[in-house]
């Protein structure tokens, strides 16, 4: 989109969450509280608020400023396979 839209007055930002605490899981496991609410277990994952926060802060920039990319995890996420749970 970057290419496509180049010279454009439109900004392109790619934010790319760690563990987000939403229904996502329970959708995921087919309404199984106990089976969605492991997913964090020991560790402390993000909230809405966290991403929404974030996007607010890349949409505020001065309009010449594009945030490209915004990787964002929890404290105890290294990767996507690696979660320190406590």
């Given amino acids: 989109m970057r290419l496509e839209w180049l010279g ?11 563990f987000v605490e939403t229904e996502f899981s329970l959708t995921r496991f087919g309404g199984d509280a106990v089976r969605a609410s492991g997913v964090y ?11 929404a926060d974030a996007i607010a802060w890349v949409v505020t920039r001065p309009a010449h400023v594009n945030i490209d990319n915004m990787v964002i995890r929890p404290l105890d996420q290294a990767r996507i396979d690696k979660i320190f749970r406590k």
């Fill in 8 to 18: 454009k007055p439109i900004r392109i930002t790619e934010i790319d969450p760690g």
């Fill in 41 to 51: 277990d020991g560790m402390k994952p993000l909230e809405a608020a966290d991403i």
